[in-house]
């Protein structure tokens, strides 16, 4: 499968050759509730999970949840980790995957700038990107995924 027909499952689920058992991350299970968001202010304004539109009539999936920010603030790492991906995916824009430990993986989506590249260690709270635009206006793209299954991110987000 090309790059261009991937799908953002497809990405995330990849088998990055990253091995984090042996390093001295925090294990990502640890965090849950304490991560700080990854931009320093915004607002949710697409929930995970179903939606119907009322005006479409249609159901769509937010494997993540969208955060509007104002102008292109900076993107932070919710925890450290390693760069697993970093492409561009229909729909969302230039997509970075951050490996965590204990088969955790953070996406962040609708990316301008971006920093750091594949196989980068990054620390909680480094700058990883700039927010870009999206059809919507400045949007963050941002999804929690436990091994193979994506996870309401709010419920790992510092309330």
Not at 29 to 51: A, D, Y
Not at 149 to 155: D, G, K
Request: contains cysteine; glycine residues 10%; charged residues 25%.
């Amino acid at each position: 499968v090309s790059k261009e027909t991937k799908t953002k499952k497809e990405v995330v689920q990849s088998d990055y050759e990253t091995d984090l058992s042996t390093s001295n991350f925090t294990s990502f299970s640890e965090l849950k509730g304490k991560l700080n968001w990854p931009i320093s202010k915004g607002k949710v304004v697409r929930k995970f999970g179903e939606s119907l539109n009322p005006k479409l009539k249609t159901l769509t999936v937010n494997y993540g949840i969208d955060i509007r920010a104002s102008g292109d603030m900076s993107v932070k790492c919710v925890a450290e980790g390693v760069i697993s991906a970093v492409e561009w995916l229909p729909g969302y824009g230039t997509v970075l995957i951050i490996s965590h430990k204990g088969n955790y993986r953070t996406v962040y989506g609708h990316l301008s700038e971006v920093f750091v590249k594949e196989g980068d260690k990054i620390k909680t709270g480094g700058v990883i990107a700039k927010i870009g635009e999206s059809v919507e206006g400045n949007i963050l793209h941002f999804e929690v995924w436990s091994g193979r299954q994506n996870v309401n991110p709010e419920i790992w987000l510092r309330k």
